[in-house]
């Protein structure tokens, strides 16, 4: 029975929130995390596809849970203009089993983006608002949430923060003294051995040979 219903791509995903509502003017729910459970006795592999992948950043978004394990997706949305008010998207998580690539089962969740929680309407959703969802994703179109999709770091042509830090980093770790120098006014507890200078200065090298100058 069961691998009937695998075969036929009907396994049920169980995935928490099943909607996802951002505001524009809460910093905090411009990042929403949704929880993939994984209730059976095999591991499974998952992939998060969107209609507007633009619009949001989405951490990890393909992995793989264990079984009777679950694991959070964090999404980000990133593009919080009024021209996307009340547009519904959708996200859909296909689940497959390791060695298998076919989908053996998929759930969609809906995000919104709204202004503000303070003008929520107190009432549930209209039936004309539902009617006007099931319309508008009838032919919906998904797409991969691929690398250059989720980062949203601008590309640039110098390098990275975390270079230019690290490399600072390791300049003050080089010039600290040596472990054992006895004419010093440096605290003892900031003297590194010869080991943790030759670790800075390689870190320093390769740093610089990854530079984009150094590769142009």
Known sequence: MQQHQLAEGNLPVFVFPTELVFYAD???????????YNPYEFALKFK?????????TVVD???????Q??????????????????????FRLQVSEQSQRKALGRKEVTATLRPSASQEPSSA??????RRMKEQFADSEFFEQTAFQT???????GPSLLTVLLGLVCMIALMLPTLGEQE??????????VNKKLVAAYVLGKAGKNSPSQRN
Request: hydrophobic share 30%.
């Open 61 to 67: 978004s393909t992995g793989a849970v264990k079984p």
């Open 125 to 130: 959703r209209t039936q004309d608002e539902e």
């Open 151 to 157: 980062e949203s770091r601008p590309v640039a042509g």
């Open 69 to 90: 394990c679950c694991v959070d997706i964090v999404i980000r949305h990133r593009d919080v203009r009024p021209c996307h008010y009340g547009v519904y998207d959708k």
């Open 26 to 36: 809460e910093q905090s729910s411009h990042k929403q995390v949704l929880t993939l």
């Open 184 to 193: 010093s006014t440096v605290p003892v507890y900031l003297h590194l051995s």
């Open 48 to 56: 998060v596809l969107c209609t507007a992948p633009n619009k949001y």
